[in-house]
């Protein structure tokens, strides 16, 4: 039996116009990784993940696209990672937060870079990620649009009222400009 965090994964790309031997590069943060002797062409994707036959079993056909499993976790909430080159040269060191945006703390999304040829001092920001647009990402593949989350809000709670009504309501309402489907949701 696996466990959410056995699904974790890190997609790098190479943004570079030529091929790029990442062997001996390092990840390094909550995690740890030491890529292996890899040529990742120009614009390719790989993936480093925490439990590849977890990773299998959810993303069927994406195997030759993982690279190695990392050690250690990647935090609930929030992390540092590091990229570093095969001489230990700063590639990219950032810093996310999974409360950035709440539904990718624990409900399925992952978070995702806006513009991974962005400047390395802005990956730290809220504003540079986003949720993914389908649950549980898109790993090897880039992601296509940002999800459409209608602004539903609680508007009111009514509870145990005397004499009448005797049941507990709560009011929805809708922020958005758009009708919001509902269906599926639940409060707790």
Known sequence: NNVDEDFEYLELRNVGATPLNVNGCTISGGVGFTFPNRVVAAGE??????????????????????V??????????????????????????????????PVTDGFGFSLVIVN????????SLAS????SGVLNGTPGQGDGAAPSIPEVVINEILTHSDPAPPTDTIELRNLSAGNADVSGWYLT
């Open 116 to 123: 991974d040829n962005a400047a390395a001092d802005t990956w």
């Open 45 to 66: 994707r790989v993936l480093v993940v925490k439990n590849t036959a977890a990773f299998n079993s959810r993303y069927p056909g994406l195997s030759g696209a993982v």
């Open 128 to 131: 540079s990620w986003r949720p």
């Open 68 to 101: 190695g499993e990392f050690t250690g976790n990647l935090a609930n909430n929030g992390n540092r990672i590091s990229l570093k080159g095969r001489l230990r040269e700063p590639i990219l060191d950032f810093s996310y937060d999974d409360e950035w945006y």
